[in-house]
């Protein structure tokens, strides 16, 4: 897994996250001089509303890194299809993340676990050192903290704080953690691919009367 610091090998690097209510892209160039742009539209708007901001066309940039998860997964696919598309006219190194292991590393405190809405009376849960679980609501514990803008429809449970998501903040603070994935089709982060019932087909009958 390398850091972000060491795909700089490939040059400009562009950095979306749409797993928040706030939409974040970043022009990350190995001399440091970055540059962040954010909105609060929809990911279909917001993305590109950034990107023009910023000035900057994406098929120049050398990678493309982005948040697979937890998070909106509606802004996360839709991320996803753009940087699939992006490299279909343009071969180009794709690399991903995860929110709450970003959240984690630059917190930096092992006992406080990170947690975002998994549904179904369940929470997403990354710690330093245990890595990302999934938890039923009843068995968390200990310190716990929540990014801000992660939309959730279960209670909070109690005790839980929210902090800031802001990727310009963070990722100075943790360029050199390894925290990164190479991935060859960008998509967003599932726990355990879905199942499905198998439907047999059958031919409807009116019932017999006796």
Not at 49 to 60: E, I, K, N, R, V
Not at 119 to 125: S, T
Request: hydrophobic fraction near 40%; include cysteine.
């Amino acid at each position: 897994m390398p850091s972000l610091r060491e795909i700089f090998r490939h040059g400009s690097v562009i950095v979306i996250d749409a797993a928040s209510s706030t939409i974040q892209v970043g022009l990350l160039t190995p001399n440091g001089a970055d540059r962040w742009a954010s909105s609060h539209e929809e990911s279909g708007i917001g993305v590109f509303q950034c990107l023009a901001s910023l000035g900057y066309d994406p098929q120049t940039a050398g990678a493309f890194v982005f948040c697979d998860g937890p998070g909106s997964v509606l802004g996360i696919r839709t991320v996803a299809m753009a940087i699939r598309t992006w490299c279909m006219l343009k071969p180009r190194p794709v690399y991903a993340y995860t929110s709450l292991a970003l959240v984690a590393h630059a917190t930096g405190r092992a006992e406080v676990g990170v947690i975002a809405d998994a549904r179904r009376d369940a929470w997403h849960h990354y710690q330093l050192g245990r890595g990302l679980r999934r938890v039923a609501a009843e068995e968390l514990s200990g310190e716990m903290v929540m990014p801000e803008g992660f939309r959730h429809w279960s209670p909070l449970p109690p005790g839980v704080t929210t902090v800031p998501y802001s990727l310009a903040e963070f990722l100075p603070q943790i360029g050199n953690a390894n925290l990164l994935r190479a991935v060859n089709e960008p998509d967003a982060f599932l726990h355990e691919e879905p199942s499905y019932a198998t439907w047999t087909p059958q031919v409807h009958r009116a019932p017999v009367r006796s």
